[in-house]
Every structure is written in structure tokens, then in C-alpha cells.
């Protein structure tokens, strides 16, 4: 069983980056006019949506097996790679062209509900933006950063209990602006700003 779990954790970002990149360079893909409209607001409401503050933190609700929970999320930081880490992260390098990864590390505290009995989905509304583009997923490549937790290895979460997950995308090298995007299922997301280094 080891054995299965780690092949699969090392053979699915390979194959899931190939699909994703065959997208890459296509206009319409990941096109601002794809772009959720976030609402302005004030004190923003889980229903709402809107433009978070640094260190401000969203309340949301998200299904965890058969029960609703309530986490209070807040987005910590961005940081950016080089094209030489792409290089190793991807199957085919000239498709990863001028791109590099941006990891999102997004804290997630449990505020309401029932403890979860299986690996966390909190996580699965998040989005990295780069210039009002949406960048492109790397699935497991954030698993091992420093200060990013496998959802894998969660068990039993409950509330009071906070875990730092992460996502990789990759993003042009020359972007100015980067955003994480949370959002409920069918929400409209909420969103924090990060200047690129």
C-alpha cells in the first residue's frame, strides 16, 4: 500500500502538469475574461466574497464528507521559483517556457463542524492569479515546501485546529501582481493581494 500511495504522489503531478501545459499557450485559457468578479466590500461575508486585506481572514464553508465545516481562512503568502525550478518540476521544459511556480500558503482554521474523518477539501477552492490570469496548477509540487502540510496526512481534524496547505501554479516569470483566490463551492472569491519579488 506504501508503495501505491507513493507512486501515485510522484507519477499524478507529471501527468496532470502534461494536460495542464498542452493549455498553455492558449489565448483563451486562463483569459481575464475568465476572471471571477469579486465584490468590493467592507466587511466581507462568506456569501459575498471580496478583497481581503494582508492578514485578513474569510470565513467559509466547505462539504467534508457528509457534513458542512466552517473554516476561518486566511492567505499568508506567495512565493515565486525560478525557470530553473520549473525545469524540474515539469515533463517537457519548452512547454514550461518563461513560466515559474508560485506557491500559495493559504492557513486554514477550523471553526465549526463535525471533525473530519478524511482528507481535507478546504483547500480545493484555491487559485493562483498573476495579472488577472489565472495561473496553471501543479498538482503535488507544494507538498514537500517548508511550511506547507500534506492534506494527505491530516487525520482527524478538529475544530480549533488550524493546518497550512499549499498549491503550486505556474506563472509568467515577469509578473507584477499575484492573488490568491479562495472560494466556496459556487461562491464568489475572495481575494489577497501579493506584490511579485
Known amino acids: 500500500m506504501l508503495y501505491r500511495k507513493t507512486a501515485l504522489r510522484v507519477a499524478a503531478p507529471v501527468a496532470v502538469l502534461a494536460l495542464a501545459l498542452t493549455g498553455c499557450n492558449d489565448d483563451k485559457a486562463g483569459s481575464a475574461d475568465e476572471k471571477p468578479k469579486a465584490k468590493a466590500s467592507a466587511k466581507p461575508s462568506p456569501e459575498s466574497g471580496g478583497e481581503m486585506g494582508a492578514g485578513e481572514s474569510a470565513t467559509g ?33 519548452k512547454k514550461a517556457k518563461g513560466l515559474v511556480p508560485a506557491i500559495s500558503y493559504v492557513k486554514y482554521t477550523h471553526k465549526s463542524g463535525a471533525p473530519l474523518t478524511e482528507t481535507p477539501d478546504a ?17 503535488g509540487a507544494a507538498d514537500d515546501a517548508p511550511g506547507c502540510e500534506d492534506a494527505l496526512d491530516i487525520e482527524g481534524w478538529k475544530q ?26 459556487d461562491g464568489e472569491p475572495f481575494t489577497w493581494k501579493f506584490a511579485a519579488k
Do not use: F
Open 160 to 185: 480549533g485546529e488550524s493546518h497550512v496547505l499549499c498549491d503550486t501554479y505556474l506563472v509568467p516569470k515577469d509578473a507584477k501582481d499575484l492573488e490568491i483566490h479562495w472560494s466556496e463551492e
Open 123 to 139: 483547500n480545493d477552492g484555491t487559485t493562483i492569479w498573476a495579472d488577472g490570469r489565472r495561473g496553471t496548477l501543479v498538482i
Open 61 to 93: 464553508k466547505v462539504k467534508e464528507g457528509d457534513a458542512d465545516v466552517t473554516y476561518e481562512i486566511t492567505a499568508q503568502k506567495v512565493d515565486l521559483g525560478t525557470e530553473a525550478d520549473t525545469k524540474k518540476m515539469v515533463s517537457d521544459p
